[in-house]
């Protein structure tokens, strides 16, 4: 007899100012986007733990559960898999499980599927345990397990994901503030080269190894545009946001972690009548984002980023946090 099974899903990720910074203390602002992945998860009856997911790349993977984690995973699982072995840490169990995975979106925009499946399957598993976790307990053992994948990260996409909307947030999930906010005017250009990272934020990390002083300075003039940028999302002042974007893209500039394509797509952005743009996450690809301030100007700015060779991401922003479908 197959066992009842629990569905969840959770929200992409789009960080609008702070990143790099956010990495070291500092505050940043991310509003969850409306491609979601669903995760179902059921008992099996035996000690061990099986997943599919067609859409990141895996079908049929099982092991025995007291070989979580051992051995080289594959891309597809590794968040998963080990957010089960420190779930099991906590809560020990015989009885393995099944999951699968359902995705909106590919995993190359940079929207964050990772965060994304890691909270969808976080909220699946605790419900099918009849476990009432609050948000921050969820962000907690979400949080240990990106850490175990990647080593580095400020749990930023965790909180998007988890809380949804638009998010004032401060690392590890000490400070989570939603915004007021019912529309975001905001393009967003892929500029078709997927980004690494990890490797971008050891490449700050190095960096302030290098030239502590400088880029001390430039986290704290971020750490002023993200709370410049929180009043003027609460007013809905989209040309001051915009001036707002045009200062922390210098600063990410500053800090190298631009590219000539995101060059491209934001200046196109501002030729075409945007009052700023800039890039969003790590930088060295994935999106940019311009504000706009009517539906006329926002056609010519897509047009602008499509015409320098961007695609335009139709992405609906605000969305809501993790659920139990
Ligand atoms: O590349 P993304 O969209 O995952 O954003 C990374 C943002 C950083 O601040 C560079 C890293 C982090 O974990 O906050």
């Not at 359902?102 to 599927?113: E, H, N, P, Q």
Request: with cysteine; aromatic share 8%.
């Amino acid at each position: 007899m197959i066992k009842p099974s629990i569905t969840s899903s959770a929200p992409g990720k789009l960080m609008l100012l702070g990143e790099h910074a956010v990495v070291y203390g500092h505050p940043c602002i991310v509003t969850a986007v409306d491609q979601r992945i669903q995760v179902s998860v059921r008992k099996n009856g035996v000690d061990v733990f099986h997943m599919d997911a067609p859409d990141l790349g895996l079908t049929a993977y099982s092991k025995t559960i007291c070989d979580l984690g051992k051995k080289e995973l594959p891309k597809g699982v590794r968040f998963v898999e080990l957010l089960y072995r420190r779930f099991l840490d906590q809560y020990p169990q015989k009885e393995g499980i099944v999951v699968t995975t359902k995705s909106d979106f590919a995993d190359t925009f940079g929207f964050g599927s990772s965060s994304a499946v890691t909270v969808a399957f976080a909220k699946a598993l605790t419900t099918l345990y009849n476990l009432n976790l609050t948000n921050k307990q969820l962000f907690d053992l979400c949080y240990q397990a990106v850490l175990d994948v990647q080593g580095v990260g400020s749990g930023f996409d965790l909180a998007a994901a988890i809380w949804g909307g638009t998010l004032y947030y401060i690392p590890p999930a000490k400070v989570v503030t939603k915004l007021k906010v019912n529309h975001l005017p905001l393009v967003v250009g892929y500029t078709g080269i997927k980004a690494d990272t990890p490797t971008l934020v050891r490449m700050v990390a190095g960096l302030k190894d290098t030239k502590p002083r400088l880029i001390t300075s430039i986290f704290k003039n971020i750490n002023h545009l993200v709370e410049a940028a929180v009043v003027s999302i609460n007013q809905s002042d989209w040309t001051g946001l915009g001036d707002l974007f045009n200062q922390n893209q210098q600063l990410l500039k500053q800090l190298g972690v631009s590219s000539t394509e995101l060059d491209r797509l934001i200046q196109s952005s501002l030729k075409a009548g945007s009052a700023g743009a800039k890039l969003s996450g790590a930088g060295g690809g994935d999106c940019m984002i311009a504000t706009y301030q009517y539906d006329q100007s926002k056609s010519h700015i897509e047009s602008a980023i499509t015409a320098v060779g961007g695609q335009v991401m139709p992405v609906v922003l605000n969305a809501p946090g993790v659920r139990v479908e």
